[in-house]
């Protein structure tokens, strides 16, 4: 009879946790917030993701492959690189924010310009997209505060920047694209 290892190690219930590498740190670290942000970042793309399989399967393909981008930042966060080598986050390179930015210059050419703040809603995918989108954000901050601290591949930060910039696109994309009027902000309300 196999045994399934059991979920719980109960090595964290002092408040630590380990590394890449098994090294023990607190869990408020800010590597484990850069991280568990990526992590949390990567849980609701794949809702968006799972949203917009059947009206843009071209899309999901692509929201998969940062999940895996996005699973590749958090284990690379998620190793020791205190000391002085400068280690590049595996398997991301200048190419892979190239295609976001190609992506989101795609997108933005089918969309009228802005005028106003836009506010997240619309439809059910644009609000979804936004979310993605600060959670995108609270990410970045947290990765360049890890950053402060110790080194973390520049790419890292360039690609994270701009999935934030290609989550508002695709917000705003979805909505003109299915005749969703888009919600602007109303300073005096």
Avoid at 95 to 113: A, F, K, M, Q, S
Avoid at 126 to 154: G, H, I, M, N, W
Wanted: net charge negative.
């Amino acid at each position: 009879m196999t045994m399934k290892s059991n979920i719980y190690t109960e090595t964290g219930d002092n408040g630590t946790t380990s590394l890449v590498g098994g090294k023990r740190v607190k869990k408020t670290d800010i590597r484990i917030e850069a991280y568990g942000t990526v992590d949390e970042l990567n849980a609701f793309l794949g809702k968006l993701a799972i949203n917009c399989k059947l009206e843009y399967p071209e899309m999901y393909g692509f929201l998969r492959k940062i999940q895996n981008k996005l699973f590749n930042i958090g284990a690379y966060l998620a190793s020791d690189n205190s000391s002085s080598q400068r280690t590049p986050c595996p398997n991301l390179t200048i190419d892979d924010v190239n295609e976001v930015e190609r992506i989101i210059d795609t997108l933005d050419g089918e969309l009228p310009p802005i005028k106003h703040f836009i506010l997240p809603g619309g439809s059910q995918l644009s609000a979804s997209s936004q979310v993605c989108r600060v959670v995108t954000r609270r990410c970045e901050r947290r990765v360049f505060e890890l950053a402060d601290e110790s080194y973390v591949d520049p790419v890292v930060l360039k690609y994270l920047n701009r999935l934030s910039d290609f989550f508002f696109v695709f917000a705003r994309y979805n909505n003109i694209h299915n005749q969703i009027e888009e919600i602007f902000w109303n300073p005096e309300a």
